[in-house]
C-alpha cells in the first residue's frame, strides 16, 4: 500500500482521514504469472495499480492475431479504460506476464472516491492526460518510424519493461512479427 500511497502524493496530498478512506475502498489481489486479470466480453468493474510484477492488456482479432496495447509494471496503474469508464464489457485481456500484485478500485468505489474526495478528480485527470498523451505519440511513432526506430525508441523509454517482458510481447506492441525483431536484434549486435 505504501507504493501507491507514494504514487498518488506525486500529485495530491492526502489527509489521514483522506488516506483511511482510499484504503478501505481498494482491494489487494496476489496473482500468479499468466492469470487473466480481464478477458474480453467480461464486465470491466476495475482500474488495477500494480504494486509489484508485470501485465499486458491484449486484443485479439477475429483471425486469433493477438496485438498487444500496453504493459504495466510496478507502479502503473491499468484497465481496459474505455469500458471501465463507461461501464461496458472489455474490449481486451488483461494478462499477468509474472506474479504480481495489484490493489484495485471497482467502478463504483472510483465514483465514490471522486465524490467524497474531490482532489482525487485532480489525480485522476492528471493520470489520464498522461496516458492519452502517451498513446498519442505512440499512434504517431506508428505513423512515422520505421520499425527499427519504433524498437530502439521502445528501449530508450522503457528500459524496465524489457527486462520484464518476453521479445514476442514486444513484437506484438510494436506491430511486428517476432522474427523480423529477432532480425533487428541481430543487425544491431
Known amino acids: 500500500m505504501d507504493r501507491l500511497l507514494t504514487n498518488i502524493a506525486k500529485h495530491i496530498s492526502l489527509t489521514e482521514e483522506e488516506t483511511v478512506l482510499l484504503t478501505s475502498l481498494v482491494t489487494s489481489k496476489n496473482l500468479a504469472k499468466k492469470t487473466l486479470l480481464l478477458e474480453a466480453n467480461q464486465d470491466c468493474r476495475y482500474l488495477s495499480y ?28 491499468i484497465t481496459d479504460m474505455y469500458c471501465y469508464l463507461n461501464k461496458k464489457p472489455a474490449m481486451m485481456h488483461i494478462e499477468t506476464i509474472e506474479q504480481s500484485t495489484v490493489f484495485q478500485l471497482s467502478r463504483d468505489n472510483f465514483d465514490r472516491l471522486l465524490e467524497t474526495v474531490p ?5 485522476f485527470r492528471i493520470l489520464m492526460q498522461n496516458a492519452y498523451t502517451r498513446e498519442q505519440l505512440r499512434v504517431m511513432e506508428n ?41 533487428l536484434r541481430k543487425v544491431k549486435g
Open 50 to 77: 500494480v504494486d509489484s510484477g508485470a501485465l499486458r492488456s491484449y486484443f485479439i482479432d477475429k483471425d486469433g492475431k493477438e496485438s498487444t496495447i500496453m504493459f504495466a509494471i510496478a507502479d502503473w496503474w
Open 143 to 183: 505513423l512515422s518510424l520505421t520499425a527499427e526506430e519504433r524498437y530502439h525508441s521502445f528501449l530508450m523509454k522503457y528500459p524496465q519493461i524489457v527486462k520484464q517482458v518476453t521479445q514476442k510481447q514486444i513484437a506484438s506492441y510494436l506491430g511486428i512479427t517476432p522474427e523480423f525483431l529477432s532480425t
Open 119 to 123: 482532489k482525487f478528480e485532480k489525480f
